[in-house]
């Protein structure tokens, strides 16, 4: 118990059934503050393509993104029913979101392949992300450009409720993939 409680979470706390975890808004706020401070671009078409209750659309929606939000489950925001892992429909823009931890390596595969030269995959997810020879043989095949590690936690909680859930042991960053990009990878701190 005392090992998964140093891993920022309840052992006896039962998943969320859709590993639905929403992100903070002000996890994005702060991170698009930094890209804009680094000179680093996001495409003005961004896809939320697991946009839960719209916790990071609504934030790049006004920052003036144009933004396609969608989730396999609806919970009252964007379109749902879309499972981004078999969609098809075109998309000329950046990714951006928070995906299901256990399905991210499927989103990174799925998410490049669905850029075109010089578009962005940015995904929010767990430093431990970084871990496994599974996870290493995907960033040799598809490397990363940046990786922004947050110096403060930030939150992430099962159903949104930021109210009850006012802190984390977990440490998250932003993974960012570039569509062509073939050198070292950069880390930044927010």
Known sequence: MKSGLMLGINPKAEREKNDFYATSP????????????DNVNINKKVWECACGMGHLSKVLEKEGYE???TDLIYRGFGEGNVNFLKENRKFNGDILT???????????????KRLQRGN?????????????????????????????????????????DFEKYTSTTQFYAWYIWERGYNAETILRWI
């Open 26 to 37: 002000i996890a994005l706020i702060l991170f698009l503050n930094k890209l804009k401070e």
């Open 67 to 69: 933004v396609l939000s």
């Open 98 to 112: 928070n995906p299901p931890f256990k399905l991210a390596e499927q989103f990174v595969e799925k998410g490049i």
């Open 120 to 160: 962005k995959l940015f995904l929010f997810l767990k430093i431990q992300f970084l871990e496994g020879q599974k996870r290493n043989k995907l960033f040799k095949k598809y490397p990363l450009k940046y990786v922004y590690c947050y110096s403060s936690r930030q939150l992430c909680c099962k159903d949104a």
